[in-house]
């Protein structure tokens, strides 16, 4: 069963609007922790956010925020004002600490336009 | 920079040829995990390590080995080289739970091209 589910393969969205990337996750560890990372073409993984399980409130870091919804096991990363540079691939992924996995999702190829 | 570095960058190799690819964690790491990203994947968990030990294994192949050292630093060794091991291979490392570095960091990956 996938852990991790990124059900947009793909998305197109206009320069300076919002976007959501949707996540869902699947784990019976109470305690765990949620990642996003931005792959740009040249391939390198560059980290973007941390939610813990544990965490009251959403994360947020800069123009990225994550939309957590632990009944729902989800968590959406949210890009304010989106600029041309993120265009990008987006993984989320889950730290489950019982086994300290780190499992993926098969990702979101983001395309902004101009 | 993550702080974590891995050589090569780049590799280009004949088939049923043998490699070494080498990952240093961020400083004060003891986790340190192997991925590896085919053309147009998402990442594949390899194996992971934990202070010298294997701490979890994905789907690691047969012909594919790793380790890691006294110094933390870790190897991935892939033999019987195919065409489709052709990919990115990353190394990631991360701190205990309960730091502030939550987080995994990961290097810049090495490309690995079988040909």
């Known amino acids: 069963a996938q852990k991790i589910t990124q059900t947009q393969p793909g998305m197109f969205v206009q320069e300076k609007e919002a976007v959501t990337l949707d996540c869902t996750y699947d784990?019976?560890?109470?305690?765990?922790?949620l990642f996003w990372y931005k792959q740009p073409s040249s391939g390198e993984m560059i980290f973007l956010i941390y939610q813990g399980s544990y965490d009251q409130q959403n994360a947020t870091e800069g123009r990225y925020s994550l939309n957590f919804q632990k009944a729902r096991k989800s968590a959406n990363l949210v890009i304010s004002a989106s600029q041309l540079g993120d265009s990008a691939m987006y993984f989320c992924a889950m730290r489950e600490y019982r086994d300290d996995k780190i499992i993926f999702g098969k990702g979101t190829r983001l395309h902004i336009l101009p | 920079d993550s702080g974590v570095t891995q050589t090569p960058k780049h590799l280009i190799t004949a088939t049923g040829q043998r490699v070494t690819l080498r990952c240093s964690p961020r400083?004060?790491?003891?986790?340190v995990y192997w991925y590896q990203q085919s053309l147009d994947q998402g990442l594949q968990f390899l194996i992971q390590?934990?202070?010298?030990?294997?701490?979890a294994k994905g789907n690691i192949l047969e012909r594919f080995s790793a380790q890691q050292f006294p110094d933390l630093h870790s190897e991935l060794n892939l033999s019987s080289l195919e065409l489709g091991d052709s990919a990115l291979y990353f190394c990631?490392?991360?701190?205990?739970?309960?730091?502030?570095?939550?987080?995994?960091?990961f290097g810049e990956g090495s490309w690995l091209t079988v040909v």
């Open positions: 990631a490392s991360s701190g205990l739970r309960t730091d502030s570095g939550n987080t995994i960091y």
């Open positions: 400083s004060g790491d003891l986790s």
């Open positions: 784990t019976s560890d109470p305690s765990y922790g």
């Open positions: 390590y934990y202070n010298g030990e294997e701490r």
